[in-house]
């Protein structure tokens, strides 16, 4: 089922999530849900919080990159995923900067500087538990989404003062006052 996706300003998305109970909480449709919405609202990652669900999982899927030349389609295709309780272990390498931007942050694209390389331990949506290291987008997008389960948006992340230059913008996503591409709900 397509569910809205919370818009910025609703207080939900700056709450830290709770770890799934995997012996007590089915949670395959929440899982199909959180694909079903991002593939409508055409994007790379989402997170529970996204769709109101305060649980730790996040689901990345990188086809969006697959036309472009500079990403590796098998590495692609390798990271569509779900992370259940995930923990990012480390985080090395040079620190780079990349747009980012929000499907709770419609039109709103910022820099922000990340460490190019993690470690993440997670389970999958079969509960296996699985260790990877990955880097560039695909790493930058992982800690992207993994902030959302800890109550941090991207734009938490920029400066003050960019956050004030901004601020009619993010006024306008909170109160409602455009039309979005995809479904939203608002706080």
Sequence with gaps: MIRPIVAYGNPILNQP?????IENEDISNLIVDLWETMHNANGVGLAAPQIGV????????????KEEESFNK???????????????????????LFSEGCLSIPDIL??????????IEFLDEKFNPKKITCSGVIARVI???????????????????????????LDIISAGDFEPNYKMSFY
């Excluded at 999530?17 to 109970?21: A, H």
């Excluded at 910022?110 to 470690?119: A, D, P, V």
């Excluded at 959302?148 to 601020?167: P, Q, Y």
């Design 110 to 119: 910022e820099e922000l500087s990340r460490k190019n390389t993690i470690k």
């Design 143 to 169: 800690q992207h989404e993994y902030d959302h389960l800890k109550g941090i948006l991207f734009t938490d992340r920029i400066s003050s003062l960019r956050k004030r230059e901004i601020k009619g913008k």
């Design 54 to 65: 305060l649980k730790q999982i996040f689901i990345t899927d990188f086809d969006y990159f």
């Design 17 to 21: 999530s709770s770890k799934v109970d």
């Design 74 to 96: 098998s590495e692609i295709e390798k990271f569509q995923q779900v992370f259940i309780n995930p923990i990012i272990t480390d985080e090395y390498g040079e620190n780079f």
